[in-house]
Each structure stands twice: as structure tokens, then as C-alpha cells.
């Protein structure tokens, strides 16, 4: 089993920025990724960004790229995700996850991680 829990969100003015923190505990040995997620009310929940254990490598959705930037700490234990020049688009409910499993392509969909954080809510008001 693995915990994750978010912290950071908050409410901030369009343009403005915000650094989330997921905190991993638990068998955090068998990370092999983790990734950032948002739900806005109404919408599925869509790819943020993701990072890997091994090689460091990072992906974003073409929303958030050139934006938002996804770090680790410690070996996945703790991972980032600064978000820059926020939009109001940007509002929603922000999770953390896990993959337990190797990759061949970087996860981005949602099927592909196995455990989950609680949220963080961020808006960005206009």
C-alpha cells in the first residue's frame, strides 16, 4: 500500500503562482512514477504532468507545458509541482499518483496509476 497526500492549494489571482507537494509513504519502494491530475467541476479528471524514478524524465499536457514544473525529492517520496502564470482554467481539484508497474511509454492516463491522494483544490480567480 502506499499513502499520498497533497498539500498546497489554495486560492490565487490569475497570473499568479502556487507550489503543490505530494508527500508518499508506505511501500514507496515500487514507485516507478508518479504524476499530477485535475478535475474541474462538470469534467473528467485529465493529465497534468508526470515524472519518473529512473532517468528523471518529465512529460505535460500542452495546457500546463512552458507553465508548470513537476520535481521529486528523495527517490519520488516527495514530489512537486510549481505552477506558474496561473489561468483561471487552471481552478480544480488537483490529485497526486502512484504506478506501482514498469513503463514502456510514460503514464498519462488515469488507468495507468494505482493508488491515489485526497486533493488539493486550487482556483484561480479572473
Known amino acids: 500500500q502506499v499513502q499520498l497526500v497533497e498539500s498546497g492549494g489554495g486560492l490565487v489571482q490569475a497570473g499568479g503562482s502556487l507550489r503543490l507537494s505530494c508527500a508518499a509513504s508506505?511501500?514507496?519502494?515500487?514507485?516507478?512514477?508518479m504524476g499530477w491530475f485535475r478535475q474541474a467541476p462538470g469534467k473528467e479528471r485529465e493529465f497534468v504532468a508526470a515524472i519518473t524514478r529512473d532517468v528523471d524524465y518529465t512529460y505535460y499536457a500542452d495546457s500546463v507545458k512552458g507553465r508548470f514544473t513537476i520535481s521529486r525529492l528523495n527517490a519520488l517520496n516527495t514530489v512537486y509541482l510549481q505552477m506558474n502564470s496561473l489561468k483561471p482554467e487552471d481552478t480544480g481539484l488537483y490529485y497526486c499518483?502512484?504506478?506501482?508497474?514498469?513503463?514502456?511509454?510514460?503514464?498519462?492516463?488515469?488507468?495507468?496509476?494505482?493508488?491515489w491522494g485526497q486533493g488539493t483544490q486550487v482556483t484561480v480567480s479572473s
Open positions: 499518483a502512484h504506478r506501482t508497474r514498469a513503463w514502456t511509454v510514460i503514464p498519462t492516463t488515469r488507468g495507468e496509476y494505482d493508488y
Open positions: 508506505g511501500r514507496t519502494f515500487s514507485t516507478y512514477a
